[in-house]
């Protein structure tokens, strides 16, 4: 058994949290890395009570950040979900709620200048390639704690941000519809055919009509949880989905890569005449508490692309658009630019507001079985060393 200390930081994103970590600090394999980050996080384990994991998807989080040197970059971020009962780490979606935290991450850490009155940090999502920039507001240098008054899902104070995601299209596979379809059919053993829209805007969706699924909607995540029915409908639609996208695109996609939400009632609010849409998002471990950027951001890109499920209870939008998402614990505002031209919708960008707090930052110890770890001993004892060390 060895040893290894990870200089890190636990960040709270929007409305999930996680631990980052510089790239530089890790090491270079991945098979090494995954491993050293399971026993970090005291994956698996469903308590994850010998580690820094939550025992929940919002706060089973990584963030592997690194400083770029490149002219419209200043940093990356790699996300990954930890596994909470499972010993694997899923790198195959962007989290758009860490995006807040790795620009916190970098203005921090001094890898951004601190303009006034806004700093900027602009990001390369390393799951999926794609920009964003982040605004941060700065009084006299630092950053205004305030209530999170904005950010439903969250309590206490926090750094308010701006995120812009720059053409977010395609961010898994390549294509805004990658079933070629704006409405598929999914065939349910408990409710029979019901019709759902494929988009990947942000991350890759399944967006499904409550309603089809016997539901309102505005369900608890304590509700949907107990439902084994509901659950196993949600499942067998992520795998239908994953076969549509890899039978058009003739490329390999595993359900793991897809989000379901299913869709509720929908409303205009009456002094600003803003959409609004009630919705909830289904993880393969638990019901979302709050909501997703990126699944936000790919619910209003659906909410504009006409002939989609979400677009025929919305109704026409005018560009730019934005909509409110009302979910467990608030509502979320997301505004979309877009263009249609002969027929085909492009997203040119998508603007969620989020705040972000620095909650620790120090040193975490790792206990990992050594035949994956290189490990000195001294006097026959283990020696603490960190992972950088471990490249040299």
Same mark, same amino acid.
């Given at each position: 058994?060895?040893?290894?200390?990870?200089?890190?930081?636990?960040?709270?994103?929007?409305?999930?949290?996680?631990?980052?970590?510089?790239?530089?600090?890790?090491?270079?394999?991945?098979?090494?890395?995954?491993?050293?980050?399971?026993?970090?996080?005291?994956?698996?384990?469903?308590?994850?009570?010998?580690?820094?994991?939550?025992?929940?998807?919002?706060?089973?989080?990584?963030?592997?950040?690194?400083?770029?040197?490149?002219?419209?970059?200043?940093?990356?971020?790699?996300?990954?979900?930890?596994?909470?009962?499972?010993?694997?780490?899923?790198?195959?979606?962007?989290?758009?709620?860490?995006?807040?935290?790795?620009?916190?991450?970098?203005?921090?850490?001094?890898?951004?200048?601190?303009?006034?009155?806004?700093?900027?940090?602009?990001?390369?999502?390393?799951?999926?390639?794609?920009?964003?920039?982040?605004?941060?507001?700065?009084?006299?240098?630092?950053?205004?704690?305030?209530?999170?008054?904005?950010?439903?899902?969250?309590?206490?104070?926090?750094?308010?941000?701006?995120?812009?995601?720059?053409?977010?299209?395609?961010?898994?596979?390549?294509?805004?519809?990658?079933?070629?379809?704006?409405?598929?059919?999914?065939?349910?053993?408990?409710?029979?055919?019901?019709?759902?829209?494929?988009?990947?805007?942000?991350?890759?969706?399944?967006?499904?009509?409550?309603?089809?699924?016997?539901?309102?909607?505005?369900?608890?995540?304590?509700?949907?949880?107990?439902?084994?029915?509901?659950?196993?409908?949600?499942?067998?639609?992520?795998?239908?989905?994953?076969?549509?996208?890899?039978?058009?695109?003739?490329?390999?996609?595993?359900?793991?890569?897809?989000?379901?939400?299913?869709?509720?009632?929908?409303?205009?609010?009456?002094?600003?005449?803003?959409?609004?849409?009630?919705?909830?998002?289904?993880?393969?471990?638990?019901?979302?508490?709050?909501?997703?950027?990126?699944?936000?951001?790919?619910?209003?890109?659906?909410?504009?692309?006409?002939?989609?499920?979400?677009?025929?209870?919305?109704?026409?939008?005018?560009?730019?658009?934005?909509? !409110?998402?009302? !979910?467990?614990?608030?509502?979320?505002?997301?505004?979309?630019?877009?263009?249609?031209?002969?027929?085909?919708?492009?997203?040119?960008?998508?603007?969620?507001?989020?705040?972000?707090?620095?909650?620790?930052?120090?040193?975490?110890?790792?206990?990992?079985?050594?035949?994956?770890?290189?490990?000195?001993?001294?006097?026959?004892?283990?020696?603490?060393?960190?992972?950088?060390?471990?490249?040299?």
């Amino acid at each position: 058994m060895a040893t290894h200390e990870v200089t890190c930081a636990l960040i709270r994103g929007g409305t999930t949290k996680g631990v980052f970590i510089d790239g530089a600090d890790l090491p270079d394999d991945s098979a090494r890395r995954d491993k050293l980050l399971l026993a970090l996080f005291g994956s698996p384990d469903v308590r994850q009570i010998n580690g820094l994991g939550g025992g929940d998807p919002l706060s089973s989080k990584v963030a592997i950040v690194r400083r770029t040197p490149e002219d419209d970059v200043d940093m990356e971020y790699l996300s990954g979900e930890v596994g909470i009962d499972e010993g694997t780490i899923n790198y195959t979606t962007l989290c758009g709620n860490l995006a807040a935290g790795a620009a916190l991450y970098a203005l921090e850490a001094g890898w951004v200048p601190r303009t006034e009155p806004v700093a900027t940090v602009r990001l390369r999502n390393s799951n999926t390639g794609k920009r964003l920039t982040a605004s941060i507001p700065l009084k006299a240098g630092a950053c205004a704690m305030r209530l999170c008054k904005l950010i439903d899902g969250t309590a206490g104070y926090g750094t308010e941000m701006s995120l812009a995601f720059h053409d977010p299209a395609g961010a898994i596979t390549g294509h805004l519809l990658p079933s070629g379809r704006t409405t598929d059919t999914f065939t349910l053993a408990s409710h029979g055919e019901v019709r759902g829209s494929i988009v990947d805007c942000g991350t890759l969706y399944g967006f499904v009509p409550a309603e089809a699924l016997g539901l309102r909607g505005d369900e608890r995540p304590l509700e949907l949880d107990a439902d084994a029915g509901f659950k196993s409908a949600v499942e067998s639609i992520r795998e239908q989905i994953a076969f549509a996208v890899s039978a058009n695109l003739g490329e390999a996609y595993c359900p793991q890569q897809v989000k379901v939400a299913i869709i509720g009632s929908v409303g205009v609010t009456a002094d600003t005449m803003v959409k609004s849409v009630t919705s909830r998002v289904i993880n393969r471990y638990k019901t979302h508490k709050a909501y997703p950027v990126s699944g936000a951001i790919c619910l209003s890109a659906a909410g504009v692309i006409p002939g989609t499920v979400v677009h025929e209870l919305l109704g026409q939008t005018d560009a730019p658009s934005t909509l !409110h998402i009302v !979910h467990p614990t608030g509502t979320m505002a997301v505004s979309t630019s877009f263009e249609i031209a002969h027929g085909q919708c492009k997203i040119t960008q998508s603007v969620v507001n989020r705040s972000a707090r620095v909650l620790m930052q120090g040193v975490a110890y790792a206990y990992v079985e050594d035949e994956m770890m290189d490990y000195r001993r001294l006097s026959g004892d283990e020696r603490i060393i960190s992972p950088a060390s471990m490249q040299s």
